[in-house]
């Protein structure tokens, strides 16, 4: 995402909380078909493959940068504290 790469992933902790569905597809863990039907649906789509690519860069760079990280650290510390 962050080469504006369009991406196909398995539905597993990680890709589950990065990749939304205007960026990518998820695929069900240990299933070909999905995945090979996914492959095949951008594969067939130009349009969707470069939707893909600039969603997702966009994504990373709105919401997994360097600069926000120690303020997300943070958030997610004092809410740890607090509960």
């Known amino acids: 995402m962050a080469r504006q790469c369009p991406v196909i992933a398995t539905e ?3 890709p589950k ?3 939304t ?3 990518g597809i998820l695929v069900p863990i240990n299933d070909a078909t999905a995945l090979s ?3 095949l649906k951008l594969a ?3 349009n969707l493959r470069q939707t893909y690519a600039l969603n997702g860069r966009n994504r990373i760079l709105s919401h997994f940068n360097n600069k926000d990280l120690p303020n997300r650290l943070k958030k997610i ?3 740890v ?3």
């Open 12 to 14: 597993c902790k990680g």
């Open 17 to 19: 909380e990065i990749l």
């Open 21 to 23: 569905q205007d960026c």
């Open 37 to 39: 039907n996914a492959i």
């Open 44 to 46: 067939q789509d130009d």
């Open 77 to 79: 510390i004092e809410d």
């Open 81 to 83: 504290y607090t509960k």
